[in-house]
């Protein structure tokens, strides 16, 4: 069931909740976080079905801001779907026209699910400093993506340089097969490793960080290479023994060719919003991983900036 509410107000929408809460026998005490996805029109909805999808593992108050005409009168549309509608949790979709586009953080504070970690997302182009937001700054977790930025690289550094606990970037969460089979592959027995290499398209910024997190783990020179995608195509660790080599074409199987060994197909496929997004609702708290190769992809790129001048 859906509740449609035009011309309303945060009063309204919290009664409305009460009400369905109350109808259903629980509802949002059920909940284990508010999820806020700050959007538009246009990505409203695969985001809230992305968040619906995720909110099947963490159920979730899900509130979407959608920014409408800036222009117009101040007024919320709002829409209400009870929870066992597209998912375990409520949804709340809330159309801010005028100034209150520009303080969605007043719309939002009353919908918060009370004594519940509060997660913001953009899936569209993000704040350069998420913790400075107004709505960031209501959340312990804010989730951003560099790759749906204009200049997903320049974004990405922007916001690295920004960086604050609880930060995060999808760029980051679809890393995490290619680090998991990159650190199951140092587990063998290889050498050192002298130097190594990570092949994506251009202008491909998780390239970029898993890049950062390599150098700054294994303290050796990786180069940066160029490839007609999709995403990532390879990452080539060199050791003294000979090089390691994960390899991938097609977006979906990766072959990895270790030396002395046979190659080896392994399943390693492109991530959706939805997969990325469940990740980081496991963790609440700051990612310090992130924090360190985030830390380290601004050192470098500050050196190469000085470097140039």
Known sequence: MTLY??????SQITEALMSERLSVGGGAMNMVLTLVIVTDEADHYDAVRAATEAGREHPSRVVAL???????EPAIDAEIRRPGTSGPGE????RLYGPLGSH???VVTPLLVPDAPVVVWWPGPGPMDPGADRVGRLAQRRITDALRAEDPLQDLRGRVAHYRPGDTDLTWTRLTPWRSLLASVMDQPSGWVTSASVTAEPHYPSAELLASWLSERLAVPVERRTSH?????EARLSTEEGDMVIS??????AVLERFGQPDQTVALAR????????EELRRLDADETYASAARHLGHVSAGAEQASE
Not at 229 to 233: E, N
Not at 248 to 253: E, F, H, I, L, V
């Open 66 to 72: 959608i920014r409408r005409d800036p222009a117009a």
């Open 91 to 94: 949804a709340v979709l809330l």
């Open 248 to 253: 991938r074409t097609d977006g979906r199987t």
């Open 271 to 278: 991530r959706g919003a939805a997969m990325a997004l469940a």
């Open 229 to 233: 995608g999709p995403g990532l195509t």
């Open 104 to 106: 969605p953080d007043s």
């Open 5 to 10: 509410l035009p011309q309303t107000t945060t």
